[in-house]
């Protein structure tokens, strides 16, 4: 008997004992005809073979997906549901072309420019990239804060080819979003979708601009999970999961539903070797709120702000660089009337904020994020080898 095993023909394990007893037994056989499989034959058997299995399994599928009225999760094996098409089987109305059709002109490509100094205190150009969702068709952009932090130069891509230079309208780094503008009108603009109408297993595509030079990429998923908390730049952050390829340069981009609606601006993706499929969105629900505002404020109103920029120069390399006499956390400029009147000065080390000692710089998040806009804070500084007590004034986050 031959077998097929391991993609060679071989006989089985009982085929010399059968030659065996064959010849023992039936001498007067010994002139009879003998039939011998030569290799053409064996590659023909092997054909049919590869032939047969093929019509086996399809019609194994065929019978299967009748039976469950096409329904994927009716016995069907992960190989099977791999060829099914993932917008059906998501139960979308819409294919994942339409869905793409529909938004592709809505989202287009960040480039950035700004300016960044080196250990060596040589000031240099660098360049970064994301992507967008046009959200009004007067030229009103929403992208991440970490896109277009400290930007001198934003110009926008469109998916037509045209680029333009943006101006910042505002910022809220607590959300990771801000807003952007361009000098152009009647442009395609994504139609918002409810974030809490979705549940784990819908359809999710993503559409931006990975590794800053792929424009117009879109690929496809589900949403993974609902309402994940994650830290991210110190802040705490409740986000889709999506199993939708994400890449760096998506920051910014859109996250679509199965009818074709904005349901999520990605933010994130998880990296490493071991790691894949786990990508991340700042809900619609989360995000219109704060992008409106920023479109008819410049800014989100009360959100608290100590009215500082400080420095970390908690690094022994970082206090070198800046000639500072100890390591720790550095008042770097005076950005509101309220911190000048309690007297701080740039160069000041922040010691404590109240009863909070300060060692790093998301202690100083997690200190003042406690406070609301006008209360008043007791900040302990180190100036001049002594410890000084001040009385800050929360003020309101302008940006």
Same mark, same amino acid.
């Given at each position: 008997?031959?077998?097929?095993? &391991?993609?060679?023909? @071989?006989?089985?394990?009982?085929? &010399?004992?059968?030659?065996?007893?064959?010849?023992?037994?039936?001498?007067?056989?010994?002139?009879?005809?003998? #039939?011998?499989?030569?290799?053409?034959?064996?590659?023909?058997?092997?054909?049919?073979?590869?032939? +047969?299995?093929?019509?086996?399994? #399809?019609?194994?599928?065929?019978?299967?997906?009748?039976?469950?009225?096409?329904?994927?999760?009716?016995?069907?094996?992960?190989?099977?549901?791999?060829?099914?098409?993932?917008?059906?089987?998501?139960?979308?109305?819409?294919? +994942?072309?339409?869905?793409?059709?529909?938004?592709?002109?809505?989202?287009? /490509?960040?480039?950035? %420019?700004?300016?960044?100094?080196?250990?060596?205190?040589?000031?240099?150009? @660098?360049?970064?990239?994301?992507?967008?969702?046009?959200?009004?068709?007067?030229?009103?952009?929403?992208?991440?804060?970490?896109?277009?932090?400290?930007?001198?130069?934003?110009?926008?891509?469109?998916?037509?080819?045209?680029?333009?230079?943006?101006?910042? +309208?505002?910022?809220?780094?607590?959300?990771?979003?801000? =807003?952007?503008?361009?000098?152009?009108?009647?442009?395609?603009?994504?139609?918002?979708?409810?974030?809490?109408?979705?549940?784990?297993?819908?359809?999710?595509?993503?559409?931006?601009?990975?590794?800053?030079?792929?424009?117009?990429?879109?690929?496809?998923?589900?949403?993974?999970?609902?309402?994940?908390?994650?830290?991210?730049?110190?802040?705490?952050?409740?986000?889709?999961?999506?199993?939708?390829?994400?890449?760096?340069?998506?920051?910014?981009?859109?996250?679509?539903?199965?009818?074709?609606?904005?349901?999520?601006?990605?933010?994130?993706?998880?990296?490493?070797?071991?790691?894949?499929?786990?990508?991340?969105?700042?809900?619609?629900?989360?995000?219109?709120?704060?992008?409106?505002?920023?479109?008819? &404020?410049? #800014?989100?109103?009360?959100?608290?702000?100590?009215? +500082?920029?400080?420095?970390?120069?908690?690094? =022994?390399?970082?206090?070198?660089?800046?000639?500072?006499?100890?390591?720790?956390?550095?008042?770097?400029?005076?950005?509101?009337? &309220?911190?000048?009147?309690?007297?701080?000065? /740039?160069?000041?080390?922040? #010691?404590?904020?109240?009863?909070? @000692?300060? /060692?790093?710089?998301?202690?100083?998040? %997690?200190?003042?994020?406690?406070?609301?806009?006008?209360?008043?804070?007791?900040?302990?500084?180190?100036?001049?080898?002594?410890?000084?007590?001040?009385?800050?004034?929360?003020? %309101?986050?302008?940006?």
């Amino acid at each position: 008997m031959w077998i097929f095993e &391991n993609g060679v023909i @071989k006989p089985s394990a009982d085929y &010399n004992e059968q030659s065996k007893q064959y010849d023992e037994n039936d001498t007067h056989r010994k002139q009879s005809k003998r #039939y011998v499989i030569t290799k053409k034959g064996i590659a023909l058997l092997t054909s049919l073979c590869i032939i +047969i299995a093929g019509f086996a399994g #399809y019609g194994g599928a065929s019978i299967a997906m009748n039976k469950s009225g096409g329904n994927t999760s009716s016995g069907l094996t992960a190989s099977q549901m791999s060829t099914l098409d993932l917008a059906r089987a998501t139960g979308s109305d819409l294919t +994942i072309n339409e869905i793409i059709a529909l938004n592709a002109d809505a989202v287009v /490509e960040i480039r950035t %420019e700004a300016v960044s100094t080196d250990p060596w205190m040589r000031q240099y150009v @660098k360049q970064g990239a994301g992507s967008g969702v046009i959200v009004d068709s007067d030229g009103y952009i929403a992208t991440n804060s970490h896109v277009i932090n400290g930007a001198k130069k934003i110009s926008v891509v469109l998916k037509s080819g045209k680029e333009y230079t943006a101006k910042l +309208i505002g910022q809220d780094k607590d959300t990771d979003l801000a =807003v952007i503008k361009i000098d152009a009108g009647n442009l395609k603009a994504a139609v918002y979708g409810s974030s809490k109408k979705l549940q784990v297993g819908d359809l999710a595509v993503a559409i931006g601009n990975p590794l800053g030079r792929l424009g117009g990429t879109a690929t496809a998923g589900i949403i993974s999970a609902l309402d994940r908390e994650l830290n991210i730049e110190g802040s705490e952050m409740t986000l889709l999961q999506t199993d939708a390829a994400i890449n760096p340069g998506n920051s910014g981009g859109g996250l679509f539903n199965q009818n074709g609606e904005l349901i999520g601006i990605v933010v994130a993706k998880s990296t490493g070797s071991d790691v894949e499929g786990l990508g991340f969105a700042i809900p619609t629900n989360t995000a219109m709120p704060v992008i409106e505002q920023i479109i008819d &404020n410049g #800014y989100v109103k009360g959100r608290p702000s100590a009215g +500082i920029t400080f420095v970390d120069l908690t690094s =022994v390399r970082n206090a070198l660089i800046y000639g500072v006499p100890s390591t720790g956390i550095y008042v770097q400029t005076i950005d509101s009337d &309220n911190a000048k009147a309690a007297g701080f000065k /740039e160069g000041d080390m922040i #010691y404590s904020v109240e009863d909070k @000692k300060i /060692e790093s710089a998301s202690d100083v998040s %997690e200190a003042f994020s406690k406070y609301k806009v006008g209360d008043k804070v007791k900040v302990k500084i180190v100036r001049n080898n002594s410890v000084q007590t001040l009385t800050l004034t929360i003020s %309101e986050r302008m940006s």
